[in-house]
């Protein structure tokens, strides 16, 4: 019986073609034009824009269900939970001149919804594949030669560009000194499908992700305590902001240590116990469960980028200012698995970079300084651009305004007057940085990068028309603010 002959891959090909001087001889064709690793918000929209341009696309993930992290445990789920715990708090607090009793949480039931939101939207993100014509590969795909990606336990996938888009994954505590078993000691994975209400909780970090879990469960009835090692919570933002949020975290019950150093976590019995570290003097915290809420790294496992020789650093894919790999420039790489912020939108930016080099066309660009970022508390808290402390630390001249949402009849109409609209702006007025902390700053902050992106001024802000009552009118005034004109403050 004869053996089975390996046929040589496309690189061998090309280097046997090339060594007897057929450099332009076309070997194989390629099966795809594009195939994109990663069905999240970067690779999902990016492969419907292909297709859209008129390419062949394939669209590669190891899980069954689309959207990535962000529409299974991520963003979407956590929204969810957010969206109910918070109407639960509404229900149990009252509404001036209305009055509600018997609000109960029906657990069983938020975490069914949340699940049939899940299945929705993968199932439109399927469609829009099907509509144009996208090829949707189950499967772990590993990279074994710059157009050719081997799906585990398939074949191999041929395509003429790739483009990487893994994500991330939580980030484990550093040597293992909290352990993370999946019941007491948990991630955001495990956090967002707990089958009950625990008592007590502890979330080690401060940032997004621990903020909004720690609201919900502690609006859902849990006695929750975080800890944060920075001295501030949400570091990242704008400093009146982090000061703010913490107190009216603080208001809604939940306990905060900041400069706070975890040493080890251990689950028990009945629990888990964290020991940490603050003025030198060591603490002990208990709940039934501890949340390990780090933040994300970069997911490159198994991705065989050692196969190509692509570089990374501190775990982020090495990229050039179009987003490819300098050593394959038939291959690129978007969102979380490259440098900048981890966010499900500045994905989505990436990839029309990426696919404008693919298609040699200008698809849009992605200013770091004009991505925002949101906090989905109550209230939210949102931003873009510099944060005053980053203006400092530059030495860049720069003038600020706050307008108090205390001051906008939207917000007295609807009882929502914590918080405010802080803007930055140059010499010469142009906006630099935009903070929001108030009900409805996610939507808000949309106004703020369309002005940023339009490289408008306050002076510009100030002559526009703002519909009233409306708290977007506080936009107006902040700016207004800046020249010591606002009306209402």
């Keep these: 019986m004869q053996g089975r002959v390996k046929l040589p891959g496309f690189e061998e090909l090309q280097l046997c073609c090339s060594n007897v001087g057929f450099h332009r001889l076309v070997i194989i064709p390629f099966r795809y034009d594009l195939a994109v ?94 509509k144009n014509g996208v090829d949707f590969i189950n499967g772990h795909g590993t990279l074994v030669s710059s157009h050719e990606i081997q799906i585990e336990g398939g074949d191999k996938v041929t395509a003429k560009h790739i483009i990487i888009a893994t994500g991330s994954e939580v980030t484990t505590f550093p040597g293992d000194a909290v352990k993370v078993d999946g019941k007491r000691i948990i991630t955001s994975d495990e956090a967002l499908s707990l089958e009950s209400v625990p008592k007590e909780m502890v979330v080690i970090g401060g940032g997004a992700i621990g903020l909004e879990l720690a609201s919900v469960w502690s609006r859902l009835g849990a006695k929750v305590t975080i800890l944060e090692y920075s001295k501030t919570l949400c570091s990242v933002m704008d400093q009146d902001v982090s000061a703010t949020i913490m107190k009216l975290i603080e208001k809604q019950g939940i306990v905060v240590n900041v400069g706070t150093k975890v040493l080890s976590g251990e689950a028990t019995e009945d629990g888990a116990v964290v020991m940490a570290e603050k003025d030198g003097k060591q603490m002990e915290f208990k709940g039934d469960v501890v949340l390990l809420a780090m933040g994300r790294r970069p997911f ?33 790489a978007i969102g979380d698995v490259i440098a900048g912020p981890m966010l499900a939108h500045k994905a989505d930016e990436d990839g029309s970079v990426a696919l404008g080099n693919i298609l040699k066309k200008d698809l849009g660009h992605v200013n770091w300084d004009q991505i925002p970022m949101i906090i989905y508390t109550h209230p939210e808290v949102a931003g873009i651009g510099k944060s005053e402390q980053a203006l400092k630390a530059s030495g860049l001249e720069y003038k600020k305004a706050s307008f108090p949402l205390a001051a906008n009849s939207r917000s007295r109409i609807a009882e929502e007057t914590e918080g405010f609209v802080k803007i930055l702006a140059d010499k010469d007025n142009k906006i630099l940085g935009g903070w929001i902390v108030g009900p409805h700053a996610s939507e808000l902050v949309g106004q703020l990068t369309l002005m940023m992106a339009c490289g408008m001024t306050t002076v510009d802000v100030s002559k526009v028309c703002f519909a009233h009552p409306t708290v977007s009118e506080a936009i107006k005034e902040a700016c207004m603010a800046i020249h010591h004109k606002a009306t209402h403050f």
């Excluded at 824009?49 to 992290?69: E, F, M, N, S, Y």
């Excluded at 490159?300 to 190509?308: D, S």
């Design 300 to 332: 490159t496992r198994n991705l065989g980028l050692e196969n190509l020789g692509i570089k990374t650093d501190r775990g982020f894919i090495v990229v050039d200012d179009q987003l490819r790999v300098p050593n394959h420039p038939n291959i690129c």
């Design 37 to 130: 690793i990663g069905g999240g918000p970067g690779g999902y929209t990016t492969a419907i824009k292909a297709a859209q341009h008129g390419l062949k696309v394939a669209c590669i993930d190891r899980r069954k269900t689309l959207g990535g992290t962000c529409l299974n445990v991520g963003c979407i789920p956590s929204k969810t939970l957010l969206s109910t715990s918070h109407h639960l708090q509404i229900a149990r607090d009252g509404i001036t001149g209305v009055e509600i009793s018997g609000a109960k949480l029906k657990h069983e039931e938020m975490m069914t919804n949340k699940a049939k939101i899940i299945r929705t939207l993968d199932g439109g993100i399927r469609g829009l594949f099907k």
